[in-house]
């Protein structure tokens, strides 16, 4: 397995950067794994009791975020939907037709008055938490996976 589970003050630095970023204060009782791509994962406490020297793992757990070469954090969908809850700002709610057109991919166009300054931000529609893309001149651009979009835009 590539990687490594992280030590309690990486994990610390993690928390600071969300509740920097979003308002997180909440506590994530988690296992985190982080991937040669600075990718972070989320597993249940007990997977650390297992042996893992003979397993060959490309992946394991929950695709949390991943930290940027700034220190920024991009959640991903399911990251958004654990820390959007309790988040305190940088959360943009949007209606339907904009929901629609960031599930199928597309960027959005927002005012800039309601998010002052640039960095991700975490999108909302009603009480569902969609995912967090980066917002920078009016637009928040889209960074879902192609494989985890919807189909075509009809």
Same mark, same amino acid.
């Given at each position: 397995?590539?990687?490594?589970?992280?030590?309690?003050?990486?994990?610390?630095?993690?928390? /600071?950067?969300?509740?920097?970023? !979003?308002?997180?204060?909440?506590?994530?009782?988690?296992?985190?794994?982080? %991937?040669?791509?600075?990718?972070? &994962?989320?597993?249940?406490?007990?997977?650390?009791?297992?042996?893992?020297?003979?397993?060959?793992? %490309?992946?394991? $757990?929950?695709?949390?975020? /991943?930290?940027?070469? %700034? $220190? /920024?954090?991009?959640?991903?969908?399911? #990251?958004?939907?654990?820390?959007? +809850?309790?988040?305190?700002? %940088?959360?943009?709610?949007?209606?339907?037709?904009?929901?629609?057109? !960031?599930?199928?991919?597309?960027?959005?166009?927002?005012?800039?008055?309601?998010? +002052?300054?640039?960095?991700?931000?975490?999108?909302?529609?009603?009480?569902?938490?969609?995912?967090? #893309?980066?917002?920078?001149?009016?637009?928040?651009?889209?960074?879902? &996976?192609?494989?985890?979009?919807?189909?075509?835009?009809?």
């Amino acid at each position: 397995m590539q990687g490594k589970f992280l030590a309690k003050k990486e994990i610390r630095r993690i928390l /600071e950067q969300l509740e920097k970023q !979003w308002g997180f204060t909440s506590e994530l009782d988690y296992l985190f794994f982080c %991937n040669n791509k600075n990718r972070i &994962s989320l597993m249940n406490r007990d997977f650390g009791q297992l042996d893992l020297a003979k397993l060959r793992l %490309n992946s394991v $757990g929950l695709y949390f975020c /991943e930290v940027m070469e %700034n $220190g /920024e954090i991009r959640l991903s969908i399911e #990251g958004s939907q654990l820390v959007g +809850p309790t988040a305190t700002k %940088n959360v943009i709610s949007v209606d339907f037709d904009s929901a629609r057109k !960031w599930m199928y991919g597309q960027d959005l166009e927002i005012g800039s008055e309601s998010i +002052p300054e640039t960095g991700f931000v975490i999108l909302k529609h009603d009480d569902f938490f969609i995912g967090c #893309g980066r917002f920078k001149n009016g637009i928040i651009s889209n960074h879902v &996976s192609k494989n985890r979009r919807i189909g075509t835009l009809s």
